[in-house]
């Protein structure tokens, strides 16, 4: 299932050439996955105190295509491409909503960590079968 999350690009957003600055992809990239999870209400902050895990990138890979910049509308896709038992690998795009160009697009693998102890850990099977479902 491929999920979609909009983001404006705020003047914030830009560098001084008045473009999207490369590093700000990856704090769009995160918001939707984490959108993603919380559509399925798998709140990470209920997950931390319940299940005690956390996520954290493993790696990731960007291919940047074209620059977005000020007051553009983006749409965010992401979709679970590997669930395995410690680890998720998402696969990302963004694009500008008004002529749909590609802009960019990631691989991220996301460890499973106990949070108190920072070790890989199983993704609880609740939530295995939730991502599974949907």
Do not use: H
Not at 40 to 69: C, G, M, S, T, W
Not at 81 to 90: D, N, Q, T, Y
């Amino acid at each position: 299932m491929k999920f979609s999350w909009p983001v404006r690009v705020y003047y914030e957003d830009t560098d001084s050439g008045g473009v999207v600055y490369y590093a700000n992809y990856l704090k769009f990239f995160e918001r939707a996955r984490t959108e993603l999870l919380r559509q399925f209400d798998l709140q990470q902050n209920e997950l931390i105190k319940q299940q005690n895990i956390i996520f954290a990138v493993r790696n990731i890979n960007v291919d940047y295509y074209k620059p977005a910049v000020f007051d553009d509308l983006l749409s965010v896709t992401t979709e679970i491409e590997v669930l395995k038992k410690a680890s998720l690998v998402f696969k990302q795009t963004i694009q500008r909503d008004k002529d749909e160009t590609m802009l960019c697009q990631a691989i991220c693998k996301v460890a499973c960590l106990q949070a108190d102890q920072l070790k890989p850990t199983a993704i609880p099977e609740f939530m295995v079968q939730v991502l599974k479902n949907n």
